[in-house]
Every structure is written in structure tokens, then in C-alpha cells.
């Protein structure tokens, strides 16, 4: 793993990687969601690519830094973050929320001069210029509350009934939604093609 020493941003997914080898999988995160989310992947063929996740600030061992509100900051500092991977072939997937923060990343290194990506999967969100014109008002507690709740398939809504951890959950998914919230879609380079909602 000695490509990603030093980096916050960048976690290996566990059983896949191998330094210096094969095409990178990055991983995005969906709303308030984080690196953990792709730990499982190790279970699955991937053809060859090496999952790694990215760890946003605000969540798992980045609780105390705070969330990025900005998405010009969030892709620029994903972006530096990619530099010792510069020399590997790249893949981008992006799930809801990630799949928004993929498309943009990828505007962001076309700018950079980087190769097109090997491929970009979208998973769970509508196209970028189909998000909604008008600015929402920021959502309250109880509505994010009711988002997490409306969300859970596997009874763990049950932990917001604890304030400590209901924290650790609102913080950054409360920050996440407002970014997503106030996005705003703009020309895409011609070799990025964003695809309808899988």
C-alpha cells in the first residue's frame, strides 16, 4: 500500500490490492456514507480492478475534521489526493450521492489534463442536468431523521434513539445533503457522458 502512505483521503478496500498492479476502482460514497461502505467489495470478482474508497472528512476516522461544503474544494481535494495513482489506468464508481461527486471529479482531472477514465458507473442518481433548478431550503434534524429512517432496511434507525451516535450520523450526512442539495449542473467535457439513472 505504499502508493496511498500518508493520504486521509484514499482506503484500500481489503483483499483486492495490490501496489503497482492492475486499474484503480475509485469508490464514492453516498450521502453521509464513507469508506466502510465498499469494505464488503473484497467478497466480489472485479475483473481485475483494485476497489479503493475515498474517506471524506466528517466520518469514521475523519470525525473530528469538518464536513466539505463546497463542491469545488471536495473534487479539487479528491483530485490531489489521486497523484500517486496518476501513473495506473482509472475506473470511477459512484453510488447516489457518489455517483454526483464521480461526475464532477471526473470535470475536475479533464481540466487536469488527465486521461479519459476506463469507465464511469453511476449508480442511483438522476443525470446532473436533470437535478431540480430551485435551491431547497436546508433540511431540519427531524427531516434528516426521517431520511435515515425512511432509507434503513436493516433496523439500525433504531441507534439515532442515542444522542452521541445520532450525531455521528447527522453531522456529515446533514452537510452531505446540503452539498447535494445546492448542486448545479454545468457543460460537461465532451469525452464525459453521464448516462439516465440506473
Known amino acids: 500500500m505504499s502508493e496511498l ?8 478496500c481489503p483483499g483486492h490490492w495490490r501496489p503497482g498492479v492492475g486499474p484503480v476502482l475509485l469508490c464514492l460514497p453516498h450521502a453521509g456514507g464513507g469508506a466502510l461502505s465498499y469494505a464488503g467489495w473484497d ?13 471524506l472528512p466528517g466520518r469514521e476516522d475523519r470525525f473530528e475534521e469538518e464536513p466539505v461544503t463546497d463542491w469545488a ?5 479528491i483530485a490531489d489526493s489521486l497523484a500517486p495513482l496518476a501513473h495506473r489506468p482509472l475506473a470511477v464508481f459512484g453510488h447516489s450521492m457518489g455517483a454526483l461527486t464521480g461526475y464532477e471529479l471526473l470535470r475536475e482531472l479533464a481540466q487536469r489534463g488527465w486521461p479519459a477514465p476506463l469507465l464511469f458507473a453511476a449508480s442511483a442518481h438522476r443525470a446532473p442536468q436533470e437535478m431540480p433548478s430551485e435551491v431547497p431550503p436546508p433540511r431540519s434534524a427531524q427531516e434528516l ?3 435515515v ?13 442515542d444522542l452521541e451516535w445520532r450525531e455521528m450520523v447527522l453531522r456529515p450526512l446533514g452537510a452531505d445533503l446540503r452539498l447535494h442539495d445546492t448542486y448545479r449542473s454545468y457543460a460537461e467535457p465532451p469525452q464525459l457522458k453521464f448516462m439516465a439513472q440506473l
Request: glycine residues 10%.
Open 5 to 12: 502512505t500518508g493520504t486521509r483521503w484514499l482506503r484500500p
Open 149 to 161: 429512517r425512511r432509507l434503513d432496511h436493516s433496523g439500525t434507525a433504531e441507534l439515532l434513539d
Open 73 to 77: 474544494a471536495l473534487v479539487s481535494a
Open 43 to 55: 467478497r466480489y470478482p472485479l475483473g481485475g480492478f483494485e476497489p479503493v474508497a475515498v474517506c
Open 145 to 147: 431523521l426521517d431520511y
